[in-house]
């Protein structure tokens, strides 16, 4: 079977780093997306992996090593506004997003 | 123009009702999407048009009906619904299906069955 794990909930400070990890086991892989969702609205993309290594976009970085089926999301300078659900989702080998369950992130001050 | 918009934003129905949600986007995308989700679960593929044309229906029931009527426009029709179909139905799009593009999502529509 297909299958995608991510913690839960996560808990960071105004200010630090957090790493949100995801790992995957598909039928196939097309590449590996990141996309943050605020309580109520909709998915919006952060980061697209594909090949192995780190993918750098201002605050936040994403990794992938195809051969642990492994990535993960690095947020640094967390704002309050990052507190989010984090959605790890890998492109099969029919191009279909399998999501996982998603990682509420909380961030205090 | 990046963005998918949907109409209504909240709706609320008996189960009697018939009611229709609303997608549209403008940025030429071939493939557009419906998912439903949950609270606190990700979104789960309903169906897919690509080049206006029904591609892939994942088992869903007969109550809900896509339809496609342009390249820019996506209904979904619901009728006789039941409580647990209560959930955020979200439209997403991206340039084609069979590739790995990313999808743009709608703000969703939260649809309440009474």
């Known amino acids: 079977g297909q299958n995608i794990d991510q913690p839960t909930e996560m808990t960071a400070t105004e200010g630090a780093i957090v790493q949100i990890n995801c790992t995957y086991q598909?039928?196939?892989?097309?590449?590996l997306f990141w996309y943050q969702q605020h309580a109520g609205e909709a998915p919006t993309f952060l980061s697209y992996?594909?090949l192995d290594g780190l993918e750098e976009k201002g605050r936040f970085s994403s990794f992938l090593s195809r051969s642990k089926g492994y990535s993960y999301l690095l947020l640094k300078e967390l704002q309050m506004k990052d507190s989010a659900s984090y959605l790890c989702?890998?492109?099969?080998?029919?191009?279909?997003?399998?999501w996982g369950a998603g990682t509420k992130l909380i961030i205090k001050p | 123009d990046t963005e998918v918009t949907q109409t209504p934003k909240h709706l609320v129905m008996g189960m009697t009702n018939k009611k229709s949600l609303k997608c549209e986007q403008h940025?030429?995308?071939?493939?557009m999407y419906w998912y439903k989700q949950k609270a606190k679960k990700p979104p789960e593929l309903m169906f897919v048009?690509?080049?206006?044309?029904?591609?892939i229906n994942e088992s869903v029931p007969s109550r809900f009906s896509p339809e496609c009527p342009n390249s820019s426009l996506l209904n979904l029709h619901l009728h006789a619904l039941q409580p647990e179909d209560s959930a955020l139905y979200l439209c997403?799009?991206?340039?084609?299906?069979?590739?790995?593009?990313?999808?743009?999502f709608g703000p969703g529509t939260r649809l309440t069955v009474l």
């Open positions: 598909t039928s196939g892989f097309n590449g």
């Open positions: 940025m030429g995308h071939r493939a």
């Open positions: 989702a890998v492109m099969d080998s029919n191009y279909q997003l399998i």
């Open positions: 992996n594909v």
């Open positions: 997403a799009s991206s340039q084609d299906q069979g590739t790995s593009d990313e999808q743009f």
């Open positions: 048009y690509s080049y206006e044309k029904l591609s």
